[in-house]
Nanobody, 125 residues
Framework: QVQLEESGGGLVQAGGSLRLSCAASGRTFGSYVMAWFRQAPGKEREFVAA????????YYADSVKGRFTISRDNAKNTVHLQMNSLKPEDMAVYYCAARQRLGPVTRTSYEYDYWGQGTQVTVSS
């Protein structure tokens, strides 16, 4: 069983930055594909970014490409999401997800095995 705990959410003005962190349990963290998803009120959960186990490959939704950066520190079992130039449409609950089963990096939520409880990001205009 893998436990994920997000932190770093909060209130920021449009154009500002936030850094989300996700701390994971488990002795094989370096083998997990990790991802961030988000869900705004009344909308479906959507893919934001993902990173391979080694950190060598990253993937982003078109809506955040160039503004957000996903990274990981396998020695500390953590994954981060640096969010710059935030927009009101980025406001959502952000979830950290882990894919323990073998397979490629994926943007599909049901391909992930474990989820955190979420952290709220609020962007004021």
């Amino acid at each position: 069983q893998v436990q994920l705990e997000e932190s770093g959410g909060g209130l920021v003005q449009a154009g500002g930055s936030l850094r989300l962190s996700c701390a994971a349990s488990g002795r094989t963290f370096g083998s997990y594909v990790m991802a961030w998803f988000r869900q705004a009120p009344g909308k479906e959960r959507e893919f934001v970014a993902a990173i391979s186990g080694s950190g060598g490959s990253t993937y982003y939704a078109d809506s955040v490409k160039g503004r957000f950066t996903i990274s990981r520190d396998n020695a500390k079992n953590t994954v981060h999401l640096q969010m710059n130039s935030l927009k009101p449409e980025d406001m959502a609950v952000y979830y950290c997800a882990a894919r323990q089963r073998l397979g490629p990096v994926t943007r599909t939520s049901y391909e992930y095995d474990y989820w955190g409880q979420g952290t709220q990001v609020t962007v004021s205009s």
